[in-house]
């Protein structure tokens, strides 16, 4: 059973700003919000985690809104090389129940000249 | 390197072989897990180690599938009698121990892809 939905595809162009957002409903209390980025032929990489309110990394920013039902990546000024399939997760990292962490579908993000 | 590595990085057999897959975690990594990648979707869980003890195991995990991590260490994924439907990237990763990380971190490696024919 999904824990999160996201579009399946977006397509922007470089330098513009990049939302990606994702709808978990049924969040628990210990659970967090985490982000990853997957290329071609590679393994996923963490990008960004938060709880409430808002995140900023060197990366991305995290926006997540009071009831916590939705969160929002949010990529600034993209370029080619963030082409990629990105991944939203809800798990507690506290949690020792390992197969909480799942993967949907993820969002596959495509970049133009 | 000191990042999670994974042999062969692609292997081809034909229906019914037996094949292994090795993840070497990063060193001082205590949780180690193996998902499963099929074309278009993202990873599926397959089990996860905490040590040398396998913890949990998906139901995705047939009988043909076994894993272990002896030593607490490298870890092999092996499947015998090998189907078409076995056909994808099998992921490792692995992280800290809970006690020592705050955002539960998976750090993959590059995957072994596999071609069943």
């Known amino acids: 059973l999904a824990k999160t939905t996201q579009p399946i595809s977006m397509d922007s162009y470089e330098g513009q700003e990049v939302n990606i957002t994702c709808s978990h409903n049924?969040?628990?209390?210990?659970?967090?919000i985490t982000w990853y980025q997957q290329f071609p032929s590679q393994g996923p990489r963490f990008i960004i985690q938060?709880?409430?309110t808002k995140v900023t990394n060197e990366v991305a920013s995290l926006f997540i809104p009071a009831d916590r039902k939705s969160s929002t990546l949010s990529l600034p000024r993209v370029s080619l090389s963030d082409t990629a399939v990105y991944y939203c997760l809800v798990d507690a990292p506290q949690d020792s129940s390992a197969s909480k962490i799942i993967f949907g579908s993820g969002t596959r993000l495509s970049i133009r000249p | 390197d000191t990042g999670v590595s994974q042999d062969p990085r692609h292997k081809i057999t034909k229906r019914g072989q037996n094949v292994t897959f090795r993840c070497d975690p990063i060193?001082?990594?205590?949780?180690l897990y193996w998902y499963r990648q099929t074309l278009g979707q993202g990873p599926e869980f397959l089990t996860y180690f905490q040590n040398e003890a396998q913890l949990e195991k998906s139901r995705l995990l047939s009988d043909r599938f076994s894993a272990e991590r002896p030593k607490g260490s490298f870890s092999t994924l092996e499947i015998q009698r090998t189907e078409q439907g076995d056909s994808a990237m099998y992921l490792c990763?692995?992280?800290?121990?809970?006690?020592?990380?705050?955002?539960?971190?998976?750090?993959f490696g590059e995957g072994s892809r596999l071609t069943v024919l």
């Open positions: 938060g709880y409430k």
């Open positions: 049924n969040i628990a209390t210990n659970d967090y």
């Open positions: 990763a692995s992280s800290l121990d809970l006690a020592a990380t705050n955002t539960g971190e998976l750090f």
């Open positions: 060193s001082e990594h205590n949780r």
